[in-house]
């Protein structure tokens, strides 16, 4: 996959959080959007199909654990990023996540795991 083509979409809560990862990102050639709630997650992938969405478990307006099983059926196609302080692993890949990561994580991890998407 080329990815200058590819579009990520980060749903986190925590603006340092999504800048982190927009500068990363954007910085390795990606396409970056993120937003701060749930339901404008929701929004945006009415219209958008990313290849990559990274989605923060807690958020204010919602669980984002909760509403894995709905966006996995409406995007099939995009790999699913579940991060999290709270111990969620196991239920956010049961519910659909494709990879997990903790916070605090490292830059490293995110191209590793964006990296082996695209690759």
Same mark, same amino acid.
């Given at each position: ?15 340092? =959080? ?9 910085? &390795? ?28 478990? &807690? ?48 830059? &490293?991890?995110? +191209?590793? =795991?964006? +990296?082996?998407?695209?690759?």
């Amino acid at each position: 996959m080329d990815k200058l083509r590819q579009k990520i979409l980060i749903v986190d809560d925590e603006q340092d =959080i999504c800048r982190l990862l927009e500068f990363v990102l954007v910085k &390795n050639g990606y396409e970056v959007r993120y937003v701060h709630t749930l339901s404008d997650g929701l929004t945006t992938l009415t219209s958008d199909s990313p290849t990559i969405i990274f989605l923060d478990i &807690n958020l204010p307006d919602g669980s984002g654990l909760d509403a894995l099983p709905a966006i996995k059926s409406s995007h099939p196609q995009s790999t699913i990023i579940s991060i999290s302080a709270l111990d969620a692993k196991e239920k956010a890949l049961a519910n659909g996540a494709s990879y997990f990561i903790g916070k605090p994580f490292t830059i &490293n991890e995110i +191209n590793s =795991i964006v +990296n082996s998407i695209v690759h």
